[in-house]
């Protein structure tokens, strides 16, 4: 295969790959490639022509996706404590943040030895950074963390 083929390939895979990841939630346990290759009423057909090895490397590819849902992206992490009252203390940041910014998701871990709150799920460090300016005026210990984030809500 000369490198322009290759190179071809690469770039379709990447897109199916991504297209795949941003339908996991629509799409759920079917091939991205059978959705593609439906037959329906008053469209056009899609066939597509392809090794078994890249059948093969997709249907991985769905049922780690499946095992793991979302992607990679930011949150803002507003608490980190540790000690005796780190739980209690990371309940009072749910509290206070869920009235302050009624409707954004957050999220409460234990880290030996560390509880953490982090809040939102963001896909770029931009949008991370836009809400980061509007929360750190509540919470002054605030800052970005790179996590697996849920995928966006479908609307």
């Known amino acids: 295969m000369n490198s322009t083929k290759g190179i071809a390939a690469a770039t379709f895979i990447t897109m199916l790959l991504a297209i795949q990841s941003a ?5 759920q346990a079917q091939n991205i490639l059978q ?3 439906e037959q329906v009423n008053g469209q056009g057909t899609v066939t597509i022509n392809q090794s078994q090895h890249i059948s093969q490397l997709l249907n991985d590819r769905l049922w780690r996706n499946a095992q793991k849902p979302g992607m990679e992206g930011f949150r803002i992490r507003i608490f980190s404590e540790t000690g005796q009252n780190a739980r209690e203390n ?8 869920a009235n302050k910014y009624p409707g954004v ?4 871990a234990y880290d030996n030895p560390y509880w953490k709150v982090s809040v939102g799920d963001f896909r770029t460090r931009e949008s991370a950074q836009k809400f980061y300016q509007q929360v ?3 919470f002054p210990k605030a ?3 790179s ?7 479908l609307d």
């Open 90 to 97: 990371s309940q009072l940041a749910i509290e206070r943040f």
């Open 35 to 37: 959705v593609l290759q």
């Open 23 to 27: 339908k996991a939630q629509q799409v």
């Open 143 to 145: 800052f970005l963390v």
């Open 136 to 138: 750190r005026n509540d």
């Open 105 to 108: 998701k957050f999220y409460q």
């Open 147 to 153: 996590d697996w984030i849920n995928f966006p809500d």
